[in-house]
């Protein structure tokens, strides 16, 4: 069984600050892991994926994530955020090795403040 | 390229009415994904289909749900007698394989509410 935390539920941020959004899962088998936006009324968009290789991860939009095993995190980052990124993102991870059956976080929404 | 079509985008249902849900993959894919976003949660899944197979329903409630995926046509996600607690957005998601790419492509969503 795995499971995907997201401790923030809602995260107010500046523009032009920078944003750290925090993922943090558990697992017994390896996993490979994924960063999702979704925009009011819209379905999901896929931002980053690890599966392996570097652990730093550039994805859509200047975010990027970095994949720590000892501390089972991947969390999210961009150094300057706009008005537009204001959104829910979401967290998951597919087991390796398995089909493709997603476990989500509840999700973190970002609020960018003028 | 059509990216997951899903139909209708918003169901308004009577408790105990019948709801059907629509959702044709990308071109070329043959892995669909059911998932259910109730309000304040993420996402859960509900069942993933290939054509003309349920592979995994471990997610679906026992009663009242079902889902197919036939041959032709789109994949369905059917809710008999709905509830109020059945209330939620409905996103399918579609593959090209069910594994190795491990990329899901997602649906605008069917918001379902019950009246």
């Known amino acids: 069984a795995q499971s995907v935390t997201q401790l923030d539920s809602q995260v107010p941020v500046f523009e032009e600050a920078p944003v750290e959004l925090r993922c943090n899962y558990s697992?017994?088998?390896?996993?490979?892991l994924f960063w999702y936006v979704q925009y009011p009324n819209q379905g999901l968009q896929l931002l980053l994926k690890y599966l392996s290789g570097s652990t730093l991860v550039k994805g859509i939009n200047g975010f990027e994530a970095e994949f720590n095993k000892s501390q089972t995190s991947f969390h999210l980052r961009k150094p300057s955020v706009h008005i537009s990124d204001t959104a829910e993102y979401f967290c998951?991870?597919?087991?390796?090795?398995?089909?493709?059956?997603?476990?989500f976080g509840i999700g973190t929404k970002l609020q960018v403040i003028p | 390229n059509a990216g997951v079509m899903q139909n209708p985008r918003h169901l308004v249902r009577r408790r105990g009415q019948e709801a059907r849900l629509r959702c044709s993959p990308m071109k070329g894919h043959s892995h669909v994904y059911w998932y259910r976003q109730l309000p304040e949660e993420g996402l859960k899944f509900m069942v993933y289909?290939?054509?003309?197979?349920?592979?995994?329903e471990s997610g679906m409630p026992k009663e009242r749900f079902s889902a197919e995926f036939p041959k032709e046509g789109p994949s369905i996600l059917r809710i008999q007698q709905v509830v109020r607690g059945d209330s939620a957005a409905y996103f399918c998601?579609?593959?090209?394989?069910?594994?190795?790419?491990?990329?899901?492509?997602f649906g605008p969503g069917t918001r379902l509410t019950v009246t």
């Open positions: 998951a991870v597919i087991s390796s090795g398995g089909y493709q059956k997603v476990t």
């Open positions: 697992s017994s088998v390896s996993v490979y």
């Open positions: 998601a579609s593959s090209l394989t069910g594994t190795g790419s491990y990329e899901q492509y």
């Open positions: 289909l290939q054509k003309e197979n349920i592979i995994d």
